[in-house]
C-alpha cells in the first residue's frame, strides 16, 4: 500500500532532550516536507526536500533539522525541544513533476515538550 | 510569491443542503490547485486537484470545485452535505515555476448540522 509512515504518532518529552520523528515513503517520489499544524495558524512548513541532499528551509525552520540520505526517509531532528514545539507534525511526499503533482500525508505526530 | 486565502474560518450548513468552501490564490505561472480534508486526529486526505483542462473538477466523495482564472478562485462544492462531512478544509497550491513547492490556505472549518 502506498503510504507516507510517521513514527512515533504521540510523543511526550522535556525540554532540551533530542528527539527524532521519522518519516518514510513508499512511492519513490523526489519531493518530501514538515509541516507543524497549530490552532488558529494552519499548516505551516518548516523544511522541503526537492531530493535526496537537497533541503530547503521552509517557513519555520527555526530549532529544527533535517536531513535526506535516502530518496524514501526524511527525518525532522529537534535538537533541543522546547516548549512552544508543542504542536502536531506532519510529514508529506510528492513527485516532482507535473503529472502527479498532488502531496500525500502521514497520519501525523502529536508532539508534547514539557 | 504563492499565497492562499481561505476567508472564512467556519462554514455552517445543514444537512441536505449545498456547500460551498471558498479559496482564492495568487502564483507567478500556472496554478496547480489542491483541496484536502482532516478529520479529527487524522492526515490531511487529497480531495481533488486542477490541473489544466475543464474549470470544473469531480473529486472524492461527491465534492467538486470550480476554477475561475478571472477571479483567481478554487470554491469546493457538494450538492448535498452530509453530517460526516464535518471536517477541517485546506486549499493548497503548487507552483512548478516557483521552486514545486505547496502553499496551504490556513484552514476552513466545515460543521454539517442534522
Known amino acids: 500500500e502506498a503510504q507516507v509512515t510517521q513514527n512515533p504518532r504521540y510523543l511526550i518529552t522535556v525540554t532540551g532532550k533530542k528527539l527524532t520523528v521519522t518519516c518514510s515513503q513508499n512511492m519513490n517520489h523526489e519531493y518530501m516536507s514538515w509541516y507543524r499544524q497549530d490552532p488558529g495558524l494552519g499548516l505551516r512548513q518548516i523544511y522541503y526536500?526537492?531530493?535526496?541532499?537537497?533541503?530547503d528551509k521552509g517557513d519555520v525552520p527555526e530549532g529544527y533539522k533535517v536531513s535526506r540520505k535516502e530518496k524514501r526517509n526524511f527525518p525532522l531532528i529537534l535538537e533541543s525541544p522546547s516548549p512552544n514545539q508543542t504542536s502536531l507534525y506532519f510529514c508529506?511526499?510528492?513527485?516532482?513533476?507535473?503529472?502527479?503533482?498532488?502531496?500525500?500525508f502521514g497520519q501525523g505526530t502529536r508532539l508534547t515538550v514539557v | 510569491a504563492q499565497s492562499v486565502a481561505q476567508p472564512e474560518d467556519q462554514v455552517n450548513v445543514a444537512e441536505g443542503n449545498p456547500l460551498t468552501v471558498k479559496c482564492t490564490y495568487s502564483?507567478?505561472?500556472?496554478?496547480?490547485l489542491f483541496w484536502y480534508v482532516q478529520y479529527p486526529n487524522r492526515g490531511l486526505q487529497f480531495l481533488l486537484k486542477?490541473?489544466?483542462?475543464?474549470?470544473l473538477v469531480k473529486g472524492s466523495y461527491g465534492f467538486e470545485a470550480e476554477f475561475n482564472k478571472s477571479q483567481t478562485s478554487f470554491h469546493l462544492k457538494k450538492p448535498s452535505a452530509l453530517v460526516s462531512d464535518s471536517a477541517l478544509y485546506f486549499c493548497?497550491?503548487?507552483?512548478?515555476?516557483?521552486?514545486?513547492?505547496?502553499?496551504f490556505g490556513p484552514g476552513t472549518r466545515l460543521s454539517v448540522l442534522p
Open positions: 493548497a497550491v503548487r507552483d512548478f515555476n516557483y521552486g514545486q513547492n505547496f502553499v
Open positions: 502564483v507567478s505561472g500556472n496554478p496547480y
Open positions: 526536500s526537492m531530493n535526496v541532499e537537497v533541503t
Open positions: 486542477y490541473i489544466t483542462g475543464d474549470n
Open positions: 508529506a511526499s510528492s513527485l516532482s513533476g507535473a503529472l502527479v503533482p498532488e502531496a500525500f
